[in-house]
């Protein structure tokens, strides 16, 4: 069965730092890959998406993601952490001939002034 | 375009009763997804609708149900409530209900169950 997993429940950075969040998917066939952020008590809204056009997606709010294929692996990057990235990160995957996305545990991101 | 709009927002219910949650989806989108999220178990999916029809089912009891309307919105709804039901539930749709297509959520209802 396919499944996603996100390193770390919780990551700390300072403001203007780097931000590097892991995410790995478990699947013969690479799936469909996509970063969704959550603010609190809302929904998830999608920060970009991997649907095999190109292994480095650029999203909203300068975040970017890199498929890699040999390492199963879609991690997630900004070069310089905001106040405002304060929030809740998923990863999720999804096949084709199903139609249901798994997504990860979730990664809880800090920003400190 | 108006997104997806979800009531109520907030419930508060006793064990034993049961519950009908309610989700608009984007105009024109025809497939929606329910998601149970808490805080141990993270996002978990309930199923998909697609036209009226039940497409996918996660792994949850029979308690758990939904339907679809022929407009696309949808409901869901949990009979004889338990404790270990309090959670939000999050609404998305898309589309076609692809695996390459954006979800886009609703805020959630929280239901809290006494």
């Known amino acids: 069965a396919q499944s996603v997993t996100q390193l770390g429940s919780h990551v700390s950075v300072s403001e203007g730092a780097l931000v590097l969040l892991r995410c790995n998917y478990s699947?013969?066939?690479?799936?469909?890959l996509f970063w969704y952020v959550q603010y609190p008590n809302q929904g998830l809204q999608l920060l970009l998406k991997?649907?095999?056009?190109?292994?480095l997606v650029k999203g909203i709010n300068g975040f970017e993601a890199e498929f890699k294929k040999s390492e199963t692996s879609f991690h997630l990057t900004k070069p310089s952490a905001h106040m405002s990235d304060a929030a809740e990160y998923f990863c999720?995957?999804?096949?084709?001939?199903?139609?249901?996305?798994?997504f990860g545990a979730g990664t809880r991101l800090f920003v400190k002034a | 375009k108006a997104g997806v709009t979800q009531t109520p927002r907030y419930l508060i219910k006793t064990r034993g009763q049961q519950v009908t949650l309610s989700c608009s989806p984007i105009?024109?989108?025809?497939?929606v997804s329910w998601y149970q999220q808490t805080p141990g178990q993270g996002l978990q999916f309930l199923f998909e609708?697609?036209?009226?029809?039940?497409?996918n089912k996660g792994n949850f009891p029979g308690r758990f149900s939904g339907r679809q309307f022929s407009n696309s919105r949808s409901e869901m709804n949990v009979s004889t409530l338990e404790l270990g039901d309090s959670a939000l539930y999050l609404c998305?749709?898309?589309?076609?209900?692809?695996?390459?297509?954006?979800?886009?959520f609703g805020p959630g209802t929280r239901l809290l169950v006494l």
């Open positions: 999720a995957a999804a096949n084709t001939g199903g139609f249901k996305t798994i």
């Open positions: 998305a749709s898309t589309g076609e209900g692809s695996p390459q297509e954006t979800q886009y």
């Open positions: 991997y649907t095999s056009a190109a292994t």
């Open positions: 105009s024109g989108h025809r497939s």
């Open positions: 699947s013969s066939v690479p799936p469909y």
């Open positions: 609708y697609f036209s009226e029809t039940q497409r």
